[in-house]
């Protein structure tokens, strides 16, 4: 799919989900079905007439239809974007559209991400549960850049309150603002758009706003925004750590662009590492027994104030005889009168 950076003559600056949300010129192509149709009719002396037959055809109709499709010198952007937009499909009720609600991917196979993060305003981590169905090779590659440590000592290069949290940019590991967002490992990743809405949470990987120009930077939503759907390849949700979403957005930024790209924080906010942790099963196992041991934690805690109140005498523990439960508004001569008929 293609996406517009509005004011912006270079595309390639810009990596990640626009505030302002525009309709995008989206023609889905099987890229592998199309390569192997076409190498299956080259094989013979045939095909390969027809093959170029067809090539020269499709040449003379794109060279026609440069008018229309082509892109204006001056400022990079689609001639003629706003009636474009307005193009309907030729027959709505084909019946060729899928409309089955989209529902999110459970698996507890599901690989996990643990994100640490440092930074002057919060620290702490992100988990984050990939999930490959909806973008089996970019989830595949991340894992792989993760392993690898490709993510260690980036930043969030690019933060906008209510809206996302943009990182892992190896330029932002530099001293220099100004590269920052433009960085990537090696080649783009394929398109793998899905029906998944970018609700709070999402994880999302940048792209440069041309077809297959997905990056190796992500992103994590801290609000809903409809307009990012379907040109975003979603790689999976945040298990844990929203909470730091939250302090991390608050954090100052150079909302104007005066020291490189607009909405970098003054201060980095330093990932300091990218690690698969496991699978979603056995993380969530764990987090419920860290939750259960952190009540009865509690409970002992509240166990011992009430053994320090009452002294440790016996009998002090059974129900009704407890003096924890006697209200403390009481003046000294109730509350002891109460405690000795409770012993």
């Avoid at 440069?208 to 975003?232: C, E, H, P, V, W």
């Amino acid at each position: 799919m293609v996406a517009f950076d509005i004011g912006n003559s270079n595309p390639s600056e810009t990596v990640g989900p626009e505030r302002i949300s525009l309709s995008s010129l989206a023609f889905p192509v099987d890229i592998e079905r199309m390569r192997g149709t076409l190498s299956q009719r080259l094989s013979t002396p045939e095909g390969l007439r027809t093959g170029v037959a067809g090539i020269a055809l499709g040449a003379l109709l794109l060279s026609g239809m440069g008018g229309l499709v082509g892109c204006d010198r001056n400022t990079g952007l689609q001639k003629d974007h706003a009636s474009i937009k307005r193009i309907e499909p030729a027959n709505p009720d084909s019946g060729t559209e899928d409309n089955t609600p989209f529902e999110w991917p459970s698996d507890p196979s599901h690989p996990v991400l643990e994100i640490k993060i440092s930074s002057p305003v919060a620290s702490g981590s992100i988990l984050i549960e990939l999930m490959p169905e909806l973008a089996p090779g970019s989830v595949v590659h991340v894992v792989e850049l993760a392993e690898d440590g490709f993510y260690d000592g980036t930043t969030f290069h690019r933060v906008i309150p209510d809206f996302m949290l943009q990182g892992g940019d190896p330029n932002s590991r530099d001293r220099d603002p100004t590269n920052d967002g433009a960085g990537q490992a090696g080649r783009p990743i394929q398109d793998e758009f899905s029906k998944a809405p970018f609700l709070r949470g999402v994880v999302g990987m940048g792209n440069k706003g041309r077809q297959n120009s997905t990056s190796t930077q992500f992103f994590i939503m801290q609000a809903d925004n409809g307009g990012l759907d379907g040109r975003y390849n979603t790689v999976g949700r945040v298990l844990d750590g929203l909470d730091l979403v939250d302090q991390l957005a608050a954090i100052k930024t150079d909302r104007t662009g005066r020291w490189g790209p607009k909405d970098r924080p003054i201060e980095n906010i330093i990932i300091e590492s990218v690690r698969p942790i496991g699978q979603v099963g056995a993380i969530l196992a764990a987090m419920e027994l860290e939750a259960d041991a952190a009540k009865i934690a509690l409970a002992s805690g509240d166990a011992a104030n009430t053994n320090r109140l009452t002294g440790g005498r016996p009998g002090s523990g059974k129900a009704g005889s407890n003096s924890a439960n006697v209200p403390a508004s009481l003046g000294g001569t109730d509350r002891e009168r109460l405690e000795a008929e409770a012993r």
